[in-house]
Each structure stands twice: as C-alpha cells, then as structure tokens.
C-alpha cells in the first residue's frame, strides 16, 4: 500500500523559514516527478512546485518563485520543500503528489 506522509508544517510568524517533508512509502518513485500543491481556505488546491526523477528539473509557480526551494532524496524516497520569508498568504494546507498519489497534508500558517 502506497503512502506518501507530509510533515513540517506549523504556525510561524512573516518572514520565517519552514522546510516540509514528504516520504513515500509502499513503492520506489526514483523514476517519478514529484511535487507539491497547496490550498488555502475556501480556494482552489494550486501548484506550489515540482521536481524531476533526477533533480535536475524543477518548476515553480509565480507566486512562491525565489523564496521556496523543491529537493528530493531518491534513497529515501522523500521529497522536501524549503520555504523562506513566509507571506501571509503561504497559509495553506501543504500536500504533496507522486503520480497519482497524494498525501494527507500538512497544514501552513503564517501569521503575526
């Protein structure tokens, strides 16, 4: 059974740094993209970031570009995101995806 556990999440102030982590369970994924989406309270779930089999590959959205930074660790089958000067509007619930599996999210909030 496959299972990817989301963690890291927490309540910071603006500004603050926070790193996710994502681990896969069940099956490898080396050969997989992988990556994160979030959603915030009475939106839609939006892409965050993604990230190629081998790494050498990632994609930002707009809104996260310069401040989040997308790894992964093939050995571990995990997935991290580190995430720098926090806006207010970074609050969200954090999940990320493997093909078509997706874990149960980590919850974001930023806030003064």
């Known amino acids: 059974q496959v299972q990817l556990v989301e963690s890291g999440g927490g309540l910071v102030q603006p500004g603050a740094s926070l790193r996710l982590s994502c681990a896969a369970s069940?099956?490898?994924?080396?050969?997989?993209?992988m990556g994160w989406f979030r959603q915030a309270p009475g939106k839609e779930r939006e892409f965050v970031a993604a990230?190629?089999?081998?790494?050498?590959?990632?994609d930002y959205a707009d809104s996260v570009k310069g401040r989040c930074t997308i790894s992964r660790d093939n050995a571990k089958n995990t997935v991290y995101l580190q995430m720098t000067n926090l806006k207010l509007e970074d609050t969200a619930v954090y999940y990320c995806?493997?093909?078509?599996?997706w874990g149960q999210g980590t919850q974001v909030t930023v806030s003064s």
């Open positions: 069940g099956r490898t994924f080396s050969s997989a993209t």
């Open positions: 995806r493997i093909t078509a599996y």
């Open positions: 990230i190629s089999w081998s790494g050498g590959s990632t």
